[in-house]
């Protein structure tokens, strides 16, 4: 296309997508005998259709998110094109700032996206955690223990035991959650004072404090999954709901520990991260 760009292929979209006038991409262009460059794009709705590929029981979890795919085929004039890193990596030079801090003048508008994209997922999960507490303690009073001495689940240390390990672990992810946000926060302040460079290693240590809370999160769903009986794994019910929500999360490419580990080792030693093109 003279003047603009083919764009064609599929990406994820959110619960919005449906009643947007407009969607946002990302995509690579290679040319020959050039370096792959990243872009920025947007399009109307109508050059774009939504995929019924994972709503209802298409997927364990989710179901209720909205989300589906979005399929793109479409000629992109240059003034709604970009060139741009991949959103994560989030390792350009901000010497002078980006678009976000000239326009607005807030150093939130940095734009360092590793540790604040993976919160979106992580505090879902945390407040899972916290939802999955809040049913089981209902539960716990309500049922009596079925074996000798009778009485209610609340007074077991069956039950006192994982609920009690499932509230220290969402309270830790729910601390750690906050603490790594102060530090962004911390992180842009910094640069507008005095220039000090946000840099990737902090960036994606950030994004590591944040894997850990959700994976003590998802440590405290499943601890109450699994003592809340098999009755709670019915389809429907609220625990069965937040356990699949966990799953959902621990399937997540930016959700793996051990692999996101070895990569910021490898970047704190100079060496490339390599993951997530970094």
Same mark, same amino acid.
């Given at each position: 296309?003279?003047?603009?760009?083919?764009?064609?292929?599929?990406?994820?979209?959110?619960?919005?997508?449906?009643?947007? /006038?407009?969607?946002i991409g990302t995509?690579?262009?290679?040319?020959?005998?050039?370096?792959?460059?990243?872009? /920025?794009?947007?399009?109307?709705?109508?050059?774009?259709?939504?995929? %019924?590929?994972?709503?209802?029981?298409?997927?364990?979890?989710?179901?209720?998110?909205?989300?589906?795919?979005?399929?793109?085929?479409?000629?992109?004039?240059?003034?709604?094109?970009?060139?741009?890193?991949?959103?994560?990596?989030?390792?350009?030079?901000?010497? %002078?700032?980006?678009?976000?801090?000239?326009?607005?003048?807030?150093?939130?508008?940095?734009?360092?996206?590793?540790?604040?994209?993976?919160?979106?997922?992580?505090?879902?999960?945390?407040?899972?955690?916290?939802?999955?507490?809040?049913?089981?303690e209902l539960i716990?009073?309500?049922?009596?223990?079925?074996?000798? &001495?009778?009485?209610?689940?609340?007074?077991?240390?069956?039950?006192?035991? &994982?609920?009690?390990?499932?509230?220290?672990?969402?309270?830790?992810?729910?601390?750690?959650?906050?603490?790594?946000? %102060?530090?962004?926060?911390?992180?842009? =302040? =910094?640069?507008?004072?005095?220039? /000090?460079?946000?840099?990737?290693?902090?960036?994606?240590?950030?994004?590591?404090?944040?894997?850990?809370?959700?994976?003590?999160?998802?440590?405290?769903?499943?601890?109450?999954?699994?003592?809340?009986?098999?009755?709670?794994?019915?389809?429907?019910? =609220?625990?069965?709901?937040?356990?699949?929500?966990?799953?959902?999360?621990?399937?997540?490419?930016?959700?793996?520990? &051990?692999?996101?580990?070895?990569?910021?080792?490898?970047?704190?030693?100079?060496? &490339?991260?390599?993951?997530?093109?970094?």
């Open positions: 296309m003279k003047g603009g760009y083919e764009i064609e292929g599929v990406w994820g979209y959110s619960s919005g997508a449906p009643y947007s /006038t407009h969607f995509a690579v262009l290679q040319e020959d005998g050039k370096p792959p460059k990243g872009l /920025t794009f947007i399009v109307p709705r109508e050059d774009y259709e939504i995929l %019924d590929d994972w709503g209802g029981d298409l997927v364990l979890g989710m179901r209720a998110s909205g989300s589906n795919s979005i399929q793109v085929k479409a000629a992109v004039p240059d003034h709604m094109v970009i060139e741009s890193q991949p959103g994560l990596l989030s390792s350009s030079d901000i010497s %002078d700032g980006t678009m976000g801090t000239r326009l607005h003048g807030n150093p939130m508008y940095l734009g360092r996206l590793m540790g604040p994209y993976h919160a979106s997922l992580v505090i879902p999960v945390v407040g899972a955690a916290r939802a999955a507490l809040d049913e089981f716990a009073n309500a049922r009596d223990v079925r074996h000798m &001495p009778i009485g209610k689940w609340i007074n077991s240390p069956d039950v006192q035991r &994982p609920f009690g390990e499932a509230l220290l672990k969402a309270d830790s992810a729910e601390a750690l959650v906050i603490r790594a946000m %102060d530090m962004y926060t911390d992180y842009c =302040r =910094r640069w507008a004072a005095d220039g /000090t460079h946000f840099s990737s290693e902090e960036s994606l240590r950030l994004w590591g404090m944040l894997l850990n809370a959700g994976w003590l999160a998802c440590d405290a769903v499943e601890l109450i999954f699994r003592a809340a009986s098999s009755s709670a794994s019915k389809k429907g019910q =609220r625990i069965e709901r937040y356990f699949r929500d966990a799953a959902m999360y621990r399937s997540h490419i930016s959700a793996q520990l &051990p692999n996101f580990a070895g990569g910021v080792g490898r970047l704190h030693f100079g060496l &490339p991260m390599e993951m997530f093109g970094i």
